[in-house]
Each structure stands twice: as structure tokens, then as C-alpha cells.
């Protein structure tokens, strides 16, 4: 079996990804052009693994990684506030 050099796009937002934050840490992608069922062409963009891993391990990354989790956590604020949850239910319970 061939050892995967490659991430698609999909792969790079399960890892965390966003548009964004491929757009400004990774050099252009490979794309290749492939037929679907309906024999419609579509592209595929491709990044080399080596690159996606060595821009993770970067400091503007893990920013980034910060930031996101930031806002997330602010959405989950705003959920919870929804719901009628509080700052001191949250310490005493699961949240």
C-alpha cells in the first residue's frame, strides 16, 4: 500500500482548518479536476503533507488555533445564556 503525501481540502478542515487560515499559511494547491457521477468535472485541491505538518507546528498556526477556540467558546457563552444557564450553574454542574 502507497504511504499518503497529500491532504484535500475536507482533510484540512477536519484537522481544524479553516478557509480562511489555508489561505493565509499555505502556498497555493495542487488541483486536479475530476469527474462525478454525472460525468461533471470538479476540482480536488491537494496540499503536500510535509508542508500542512511543519505550518502546524508553526506559532502563527497555533494563534490561530487559539483564536478559533476563543470564538467558539464565546458562542458556547452565548448558548448557554440562551438556555437559561448561568456563570454559577456552569461552576456547579457538567458545563
Known amino acids: 500500500m502507497t504511504e499518503r503525501v497529500t491532504f484535500c481540502k475536507t482533510e484540512l478542515r477536519q484537522r481544524g482548518w479553516s478557509d480562511r487560515a489555508i489561505k493565509a499559511l499555505l502556498p497555493p494547491p495542487r ?9 461533471e468535472r470538479y476540482p480536488v485541491h491537494f496540499w503536500r503533507q510535509e508542508i500542512v505538518l511543519a505550518v502546524e507546528e508553526s506559532p ?7 483564536k478559533r477556540r ?3 467558546d ?3 457563552d452565548d448558548f448557554l445564556k440562551a438556555c437559561g444557564i448561568g456563570e454559577s450553574d456552569r461552576q456547579t454542574s457538567l458545563f
Open 70 to 72: 476563543l470564538k467558539l
Open 31 to 39: 488541483v486536479i479536476h475530476r469527474r462525478g457521477y454525472g460525468g
Open 74 to 76: 464565546e458562542k458556547d
Open 60 to 66: 502563527e498556526f497555533e494563534k490561530l488555533r487559539i
